[in-house]
């Protein structure tokens, strides 16, 4: 059974800050990982999607690696803003039947102006 | 633009009367899944459908059903909603089950 742990489990910087945000899961069978963003009580936006074969992703400030092997991914953000401010979650996608994402418990990051 | 849409942002319900979440997608995707998720938790996957085959996860409880009469649709029922049920419920596309999610903005569940 796929277990997702992502540290810290909450980051508060100052505005300009470069940070990382780390993501570790236990069963490295995946097709994929994805990152997304969750704002409070709203839904979640997919940041990057990272296929199996792949090393890394970025999209402007975000950049995400992936370590199939050791089952690691992070995401970098690059001179954070308070805009950034939200929960970040870490999705493997699973190699089974279902394919299906499990969740990591996220990391709610403050970005403080 | 292409996407997927939850209805009703909110939804009150009373304990034990039936209620149905919807969803929909412009996006032409094979699958479409539920998620739960309560507060400060992990999304947690209900069941989800690949084109009309359902699949259900082992610990979905039977008060939660889902129908998806076409594939621009699925539904989400809650024949006897606890208090315990109340969280955000989220649905997702993907084209196949190998590939990316795409999330709508999630319907938020309060139960009185």
């Known amino acids: 059974k796929q277990e997702v742990t992502q540290i810290p489990a909450a980051l508060s910087v100052p505005e300009g800050e470069n940070l990382v945000l780390n993501c570790s899961f236990t069963?490295?069978?995946?097709?994929?990982l994805q990152w997304f963003r969750q704002d409070p009580g709203k839904g979640l936006t997919s940041l990057l999607l990272?296929?199996?074969?792949?090393r890394e992703q970025t999209s402007g400030r975000l950049n995400a690696s992936l370590d199939k092997s050791s089952g690691r991914s992070t995401l970098y953000i690059a001179a954070s803003q308070p805009g950034d401010s939200a929960t970040y979650l870490c999705?493997?996608?699973?190699?089974?039947?279902?394919?299906?994402?499990?969740f990591g418990q996220g990391t709610t990051l403050q970005v403080k102006p | 633009d292409a996407m997927v849409i939850q209805n009703p942002r909110y939804q009150v319900t009373q304990f034990g009367k039936p209620v149905t979440l919807s969803c929909s997608q412009t996006?032409?995707?094979?699958?479409m899944y539920w998620y739960q998720q309560k507060s400060s938790q992990a999304p947690k996957l209900l069941f989800h459908?690949?084109?009309?085959?359902?699949?259900n996860e082992a610990d979905t409880p039977d008060n939660f059903q889902s129908r998806r009469p076409n594939t621009s649709f699925c539904f989400l029922d809650i024949r006897s909603p606890g208090l315990g049920d109340a969280a955000m419920y989220l649905c997702?596309?993907?084209?196949?089950?190998?590939?990316?999610?795409?999330f709508g903005s999630g319907t938020r569940l309060t139960v009185v």
């Open positions: 990272i296929q199996s074969s792949q």
């Open positions: 996006l032409n995707h094979n699958v």
């Open positions: 459908y690949y084109d009309k085959d359902f699949n």
């Open positions: 997702a596309t993907s084209r196949r089950a190998t590939d990316g999610y795409t």
């Open positions: 999705a493997p996608h699973g190699s089974g039947n279902t394919g299906k994402l499990i």
């Open positions: 069963d490295s069978a995946i097709y994929n």
